[in-house]
């Protein structure tokens, strides 16, 4: 395994890089076009608003790989029915504003008069993997223009492989979307589809990143034991913490397989997270010291595991 010089070194360098100054972190998957992210099968339209991103959990917690999603009305008129069921509920909901006329109460008024206001319409939504039989429009069958051709790093995939089939019941899970997460109720980890990213080495450093906060499950290295950390809100002091280790041990994977064009964006993470913690050099040390006991879990597989 790799050394505590070893991790120091590559965490100095990431220190240093902080204290210089960094660019804006981005995302590093391209956005997919309406049609091939979470969108409506009957009427072709994305969603918008939240609805995208609770449609994206929904789709991680229960495993569904399709981003097309249907009313029970449109499923029946598309000439499908649902899967039979075993009891569970399987419908998700979405929200839509729309603005309505109500004629005005005002008993001073001289003459009625029309006002727009605004109600909120709930519709429960099936995924298309829920259904059998549903004939989609043609318009499903297009090829999505943004995807690349996709081929992986031999030595990065290995890892990724390696420790997937080692975690019995850790799965990977790759959909069309624009969220990558790890799901420590399900122990699924959910990424982009791969040919997303037009830099092969964003992806590696991606899903390092989600492998990462995995190794926090109480089966493997238990940083998750309270749940109140693994559920710890976004911006919390918590959520930072964690988002710290997983990117440092990120990085250390990336330096492992030579990734060497992930790190701007890497450091530009670690010091968004930073930002809202109060001690930054020590919590930067800290997340390191976490992120290394991680990375050899995630090498535990490979003898020859080394940062050299």
């Known amino acids: 395994m790799a050394t505590r010089k070893q991790y120091e070194l590559i965490t100095s360098e990431i220190i240093t890089a902080l204290e210089g100054g960094t660019v804006p972190w981005q995302r590093p998957w391209t956005k997919p076009a309406a049609i091939n992210a979470d969108h409506n099968g009957f009427t ?17 917690r229960r495993g569904y790989t399709s981003n097309v999603w249907l009313t029970y009305n449109q499923l029946t008129k598309l000439g499908g029915t649902l899967i039979p069921s075993d009891g569970q509920r399987r419908k998700a909901y979405v929200y839509f ?39 989609l429009p043609k318009r499903e069958t297009v090829e999505p223009e943004e995807l690349i051709e996709w081929n992986p790093i031999t030595d990065a995939q290995a890892i990724v492989d390696t420790y997937i089939d080692r975690e019995s019941n850790l799965r990977l899970l790759h959909r069309i979307g624009n969220y ?63 988002e710290l280790i997983a990117e440092f041990t990120s990085a250390f994977l990336c330096h492992h397989v030579g990734i060497s064009s992930t790190r701007a964006n890497s450091v530009a993470y670690i010091k968004n997270w930073l930002a809202v913690l109060k001690d ?19 090498l535990m597989a490979k003898s020859s595991a080394s940062l050299e």
């Open 44 to 60: 072709g339209r994305g969603y918008s608003g939240i609805n995208p991103i609770i449609l994206w959990a929904v789709a991680s």
């Open 97 to 135: 504003w729309q603005f309505e006329k109500r004629d005005s109460t005002d008993p001073d008024a001289d003459k009625t008069e029309k006002y727009t206001y605004p109600v909120m319409r709930i519709y429960g939504v099936f995924n298309l993997e829920e259904t059998v039989n549903v004939k």
């Open 280 to 298: 930054e050099p020590k919590m930067a040390v800290n997340a390191a010291g976490k992120a290394q006991l991680a990375t050899n879990y995630i």
């Open 180 to 242: 990558a997460a790890y799901n420590i109720e399900r122990d699924i980890i959910t990424m982009p589809m791969q040919n997303q990213f037009p830099d092969q080495g964003e992806y590696y450093s991606t899903i390092y990143h989600e492998m990462a906060h995995s190794t926090g499950n109480k089966s493997r290295l238990a940083r998750f034991e309270d749940r109140e950390i693994a559920l710890a809100p976004f911006g919390t002091e918590d959520y930072s913490k964690e």
